[in-house]
């Protein structure tokens, strides 16, 4: 049998210089929301297939990594029905079980947080891979635009921390988009298809959107009426109200919009030049489980999000039959790392990364006194690397200093150095 040295296809390997930046974005992450009194939770990578395959995914259904039944089970099992479980696709699915499980042992509201990897059977590309961390915050029992505030905030806080330079938070609501589709008289039926080609908005532009929308056989009377509202749009909004009345809408709930629009304002008070927030009338979002406010956050550094959310009141309800008010925020973390990466990012680190090389023919007392030294030097909180001396030392050290050491300790036969 012939063994393979590379690893599956879109599932990343790191290296140790890697891991050095991954552990640091994963500190900051961890210590910015511990500041806004997020709790650290742990779901399974396996969920049942019913939970996963239950129309709340959107694509990524179609992408799922699904487990046959084992045993006796798949032995007894049909040609449709071999899978009962799959590596989750997402951490809010699992959230919204895990809430329902353990609500009573819970504080109300609920702030959640998860780190930990997912897995979608999707065409790998820079920073989008099939085995990938995703960070995630919830706000969970509370019904109040108090949530998006404070989510909003927090990954500020985060993205702040990692010196990605300027970013951008785009907010719409859901039922903005619906208003806007049915007032221009397209179907209540196929706004799913209307809402996945406006999603395309940045790729095709408005022109495109058209085309598609009229391809899809819409009729061209209504695609005119909608594309219409998108018309001289710019990326300055802060007011969906505003933007609606100005293309002469007024069939819209302006609690929906007065809502939206105390979210962007707060918001973008509380953040001053940190960040820009805009109302995005475009902006969708993939998941069909969203039911008001929805939010993404773009990197000038960086051609897409590294970050997006939204509420989804009616998901946990689906397990307990009555609604239970949710809201979250996802970060791109392997995105977040690729611009890290390719800006050829640095740690901070207060502490010496040190390295003691050994000559082979050194002395046993002078190998006890590096081993003492190095339990000096590692009591300071510095990280001590001990080696046997290689016979390419230059090489060796260049190794060294890739991995992030600054710091040479050469012990030879006759002299410590």
């Known amino acids: 049998m012939l063994f393979i040295k590379t690893p599956v296809k879109g599932m990343p390997e790191q290296l140790p210089e890697d891991m050095v930046i991954r552990e640091y974005v994963m500190r900051q992450i961890k210590d910015a929301y511990r500041l806004y009194g997020f709790n650290l939770i742990e779901t399974p990578l396996i969920e049942h297939i019913e939970n996963l395959t239950g129309k709340q995914g959107g694509e990524n259904e179609k992408l799922i990594f699904k487990i046959l039944k084992r045993g006796e089970k798949l ?42 990897y997912s897995f979608r059977a999707e065409r790998p590309q820079k920073g989008r891979f099939r085995q990938f961390i995703q960070c ?16 909003i905030l927090a990954t500020s806080e985060m993205l702040s921390r990692l010196n990605l330079g300027k970013f ?32 395309k908005m940045d790729k095709v532009g408005l022109d495109g959107v058209r085309d598609m929308l009229k391809e899809e056989g819409f009729d061209a009377a209504a695609v005119e009426k909608y594309v219409a509202l998108y018309q001289g749009m710019n990326d300055t909004y802060q007011s969906s109200r505003s933007y609606l009345t100005e293309r002469g809408m007024t069939d819209f709930d302006p609690a929906v919009t007065d809502n939206l629009d105390e979210i962007i304002r707060v918001s973008a008070d509380l953040l001053q030049d940190k960040a820009q ?26 051609g897409s999000s590294v970050a997006g959310g939204g509420r989804y009141d009616d998901m946990i309800g689906k397990y307990l039959g009555r609604s239970v008010p949710a809201c979250g925020f996802s970060i791109g973390f392997e995105r977040i790392f690729a611009v890290l990466k390719d800006n050829h990012f640095t740690v901070p680190d207060t502490h010496e990364n040190v390295a003691i090389l050994i000559d082979k023919k050194a002395p046993k007392e002078k190998v006890r006194t590096a081993i003492e030294e190095a339990s ?38 006759e002299n410590y150095s």
Do not use: H
């Open 75 to 116: 032995a007894e099992s049909g040609a449709d029905d071999l899978c009962d479980s799959g590596l989750r696709y997402d951490l809010t699915v699992p959230l919204a079980r895990f809430y329902a499980n353990n609500m009573d042992k819970l504080p109300n509201p609920f702030k959640a947080f998860q780190m930990g």
């Open 376 to 413: 000096v030097l590692r009591a300071q909180g510095n990280r001590v690397l001990i080696s046997w001396r290689n016979s390419n030392a230059k090489f060796q050290k260049e190794q060294l200093k890739t991995a992030g050491y600054t710091r040479f300790i050469e012990i030879f036969k």
């Open 277 to 302: 927030i805009v109302f995005d009338p475009t902006l969708v979002r993939g998941m069909s489980y969203y039911t008001g406010p929805i939010f993404e956050v773009e990197l000038e550094t960086f």
């Open 168 to 199: 951008k938070v785009r907010i719409n609501d859901r039922r903005l988009l619906k208003t806007m589709a049915l007032a221009s008289g397209l179907p209540a039926d196929q706004l799913d298809t209307v809402f996945i080609i406006l999603d």
């Open 136 to 151: 995630d915050i919830d706000i969970l029992g509370d019904a109040t635009n108090l949530a998006e505030i404070e989510l």
